[in-house]
């Protein structure tokens, strides 16, 4: 189960993570998580640059480990990078000490104080903890791209429908992003006019 839009009461309960900007900035952030991927990472670079727009890239240190050179080519096109942990393991499975310890794994390769939990899983505790050190950024749009039950069509009339500006859109990489490819450039093209799409504003 996840939520399209991301409840009131769960960004009060997670109210040391970042959900979305002010609804004022005239901006809009579309974040992809779980690269570097030699089958998606190319094309996405190729695609912001075409739009000519920045984007936010939470990284898998394992990844980062196996395709170094893809993740400093996010890094040089100017992208926010951030720490998804080294493995994408959820919190809700394994003990406290395991989920720092892949926190701080994946930080020795991603190199940055953006941080986003996998699956958005994390005990309140243990935001606690992470706010101290980093700038836990969460979404308020997630329209499913990795759901099979889900279209294209759908994904996009999803981000249509629940973004707004001071948004933070969350997507995925993988070896399939046939579904991205159908219903990203249009996501981009319905926003560019109006809203200046970014990458995330913090790093050190």
């Known amino acids: 189960m996840y939520f399209v839009r991301t409840p009131s009461v769960v960004k009060y309960y997670y109210s040391k993570a970042i959900f979305n900007f002010p609804r004022t900035t005239g901006e809009i952030f579309f974040t992809f998580d779980d690269g570097p991927s030699p089958e998606s990472t190319p094309y996405l670079l190729k695609l912001l640059n075409d739009y000519k727009v920045k984007a936010s890239f939470f990284c898998l240190g394992k990844q980062v480990k196996s395709y170094p050179a893809l993740f400093a080519e996010i890094q ?60 836990v950024i969460m979404w308020d749009v997630m329209c499913g791209d990795f759901d099979r039950f889900v279209s294209a069509e759908k994904c996009f009339q999803r981000i249509m429908k629940n973004s707004q500006t001071g948004s933070i859109i969350v997507l995925h990489e993988g070896n399939d992003i046939s579904k991205l490819k159908s219903f990203l450039p249009d996501s981009l093209q319905y926003y560019k006019p109006d809203l200046l799409i970014k990458a995330l504003p913090y790093s050190f």
């Open 76 to 135: 040089a096109e100017g992208h926010a990078i951030g720490n998804h942990g080294f493995e994408h393991l959820k919190s809700s499975q394994i003990s406290s000490e395991v989920f720092f310890d892949n926190v701080n794994k994946g930080a020795d390769y991603v190199q940055s104080n953006l941080f986003r939990p996998p699956y958005g899983s994390m005990k309140r505790f243990q935001l606690d903890q992470l706010a101290e050190v980093y700038k």
